[in-house]
Each structure stands twice: as structure tokens, then as C-alpha cells.
């Protein structure tokens, strides 16, 4: 069970690393920025903030099998990722944008089955 909580917990950060690198250091591209207007006059500022966010609980949410620390900080970090899942869910919804739902929504089980798994199949 610890491998397969492993894999996911890689896969959650790849994904959110690429996250954070399209939607915090390329934000100029004509899709972002039609989001960003109409998420209002702090959209650019909330895009930073949320990839700044991204980008560090998806380096967290491996740092423990790195560094052979306990994993309690895995479950928070991924609780973490499962809310900014919903967020973002929402705020795509919001800007009217055609996001990925399936992919959301498969990204969220993930990101529940290690806080799920960590918490109370594998807990270290």
C-alpha cells in the first residue's frame, strides 16, 4: 500500500508542478488572460498566489519520502491539494472556462485516496 500511496503522491506532484508552471510563470497566453479579466482586477495577483501555493505543497507532498520523515505532513499537504482541486473547480466554472471536470475530478480522488490511505491504511 505505501508504493501505491507513493506513485500517486509523485503523480500529484508532477501534475501540480506542470500547474504551477502553466498558470504561474505563462500567464500571458489569450486563454489565461480571458480568465483573468473575467475573474476581476486581482485575477493576475490570484493566479500568482495560487501557483506560489502549488508549486510548494506539490514539492511537500513528496519532501517526507525524501527526507525520511513521518507522513503526517503528506496528509495535510494533500488536503491542501484536494481543497485547491475544488477551488479551482469552482473558479473555472466561475470564468466560464470549459475546464477538464473528468481530470479535476480524478486529480481530487487522488489526492483524497493519500490523505485517505496515509491517515489510516499506511500511517507511519
Same mark, same amino acid.
Given at each position: 500500500?505505501?508504493?501505491?500511496?507513493w506513485?500517486? =503522491?509523485?503523480? @500529484?506532484c /508532477?501534475?501540480f508542478l506542470?500547474?504551477?508552471y502553466?498558470?504561474? @510563470?505563462?500567464? #500571458?497566453?489569450? #486563454?489565461? =488572460? =480571458?480568465? +483573468? +479579466?473575467?475573474i476581476?482586477? #486581482?485575477g493576475?495577483?490570484?493566479?500568482? *498566489?495560487?501557483s506560489a &501555493?502549488?508549486f510548494?505543497?506539490? /514539492? /511537500? *507532498?513528496i519532501?517526507?519520502?525524501?527526507?525520511?520523515m #513521518?507522513?503526517? &505532513?503528506t496528509?495535510?499537504?494533500? @488536503?491542501?491539494?484536494?481543497?485547491?482541486?475544488? @477551488?479551482?473547480? +469552482?473558479?473555472h &466554472?466561475?470564468?466560464?472556462?470549459?475546464?477538464?471536470?473528468?481530470?479535476d /475530478?480524478i486529480l481530487?480522488?487522488?489526492?483524497?485516496?493519500?490523505?485517505y490511505?496515509?491517515?489510516m491504511l499506511a500511517p507511519?
Amino acid at each position: 500500500m505505501n508504493t501505491i500511496l507513493w506513485v500517486l =503522491q509523485v503523480i @500529484l506532484c /508532477i501534475k501540480f508542478l506542470s500547474v504551477a508552471y502553466s498558470h504561474g @510563470l505563462q500567464p #500571458n497566453n489569450s #486563454n489565461m =488572460q =480571458q480568465s +483573468i +479579466i473575467k475573474i476581476g482586477k #486581482n485575477g493576475l495577483f490570484l493566479h500568482k *498566489i495560487i501557483s506560489a &501555493i502549488i508549486f510548494i505543497v506539490s /514539492i /511537500i *507532498i513528496i519532501l517526507p519520502g525524501i527526507l525520511g520523515m #513521518n507522513n503526517w &505532513i503528506t496528509i495535510y499537504t494533500a @488536503l491542501i491539494l484536494a481543497i485547491l482541486i475544488i @477551488l479551482s473547480i +469552482i473558479i473555472h &466554472i466561475l470564468s466560464r472556462e470549459k475546464p477538464l471536470i473528468v481530470a479535476d /475530478i480524478i486529480l481530487l480522488a487522488n489526492a483524497a485516496f493519500v490523505v485517505y490511505g496515509r491517515w489510516m491504511l499506511a500511517p507511519s
